[in-house]
Each structure stands twice: as C-alpha cells, then as structure tokens.
C-alpha cells in the first residue's frame, strides 16, 4: 500500500486548508485511518483519526473543534480540513492506515505510513 499526503502549503494564520490522503489501492479501504503531525524540533503527534465507515471520528484536543476529518471510501481517500489555523499547527502532516477498523490515537496501531505534506502557518 502506498499512502500519498498532499494538500499542504503556506496558509496565514485564520486560513484553511484542505489535506488528502489517497491510497494506491483499494487495501485500507475497511480499516481506520489517521494523521498525524511532526512539528519543527518535536515529537510526532496524533492530530486526527476516522473509523473504516466514517462513523468514529478521533481529534487530539490542540485541534478539536477547528479541524474535520472525513473520508470518500469510493476514492479511497481521506480528507482532513484545517480551519482557523495557528502558528503552532506548523508541521509535517502524515497519514497513516490502521491495522483495524477502529478509530485510534495510537500511532502504534497504524502500519502504513505515507510520506507527509508540509503546514505552515504565518502569523
């Protein structure tokens, strides 16, 4: 399975943005998927996670209420829509597919990985 990340760019703070994460094939399709970022000098960090049918959704509290997650399993895709965006969501963002169905924050529970697409937001 490769996982590919894009949506990403230069935003000012207050903007939005729009993230994908779209698979190669139609693996994953019945199991959860998750971002997850990296900022600048830290750790990776669980942003968001989306059960296999959509029904669960999972938000670390920095994002709660700013940031959706949601997902076309039609396009195999996934979707993450950044709103009123901080400095501090400045990062690399990464998807990943869960090794269940399940809507988790937990970044060992993920096995693919895509490679990331860079936030970064100006104040």
């Known amino acids: 399975v490769q996982l590919q990340a894009s949506g990403g760019g230069l935003v000012q703070a207050g903007g939005s943005l729009r993230l994908s994460c779209s698979a190669s094939?139609?693996?994953?399709?019945?199991?959860?998927v998750g971002w997850f970022r990296r900022p600048p000098g830290k750790e990776r960090e669980f942003v968001s996670a989306?059960?296999?049918?959509?029904?669960?959704?999972v938000y670390a509290d920095s994002v709660k209420g700013r940031f959706t997650i949601s997902r076309d399993r039609a396009k195999n895709t996934v979707y993450l829509q950044l709103n009123n965006v901080k400095p501090e969501d400045t990062a690399v963002y990464y998807c990943?597919?869960?090794?269940?169905?399940?809507?988790?924050?937990?970044?060992?529970?993920?096995?693919?990985w895509g490679q990331g697409t860079q936030v970064t937001v100006s104040s």
């Open positions: 989306i059960s296999w049918n959509g029904g669960d959704t």
């Open positions: 094939r139609r693996t994953g399709s019945n199991n959860a």
């Open positions: 990943a597919v869960g090794r269940s169905s399940a809507a988790t924050s937990k970044a060992e529970l993920y096995h693919y």
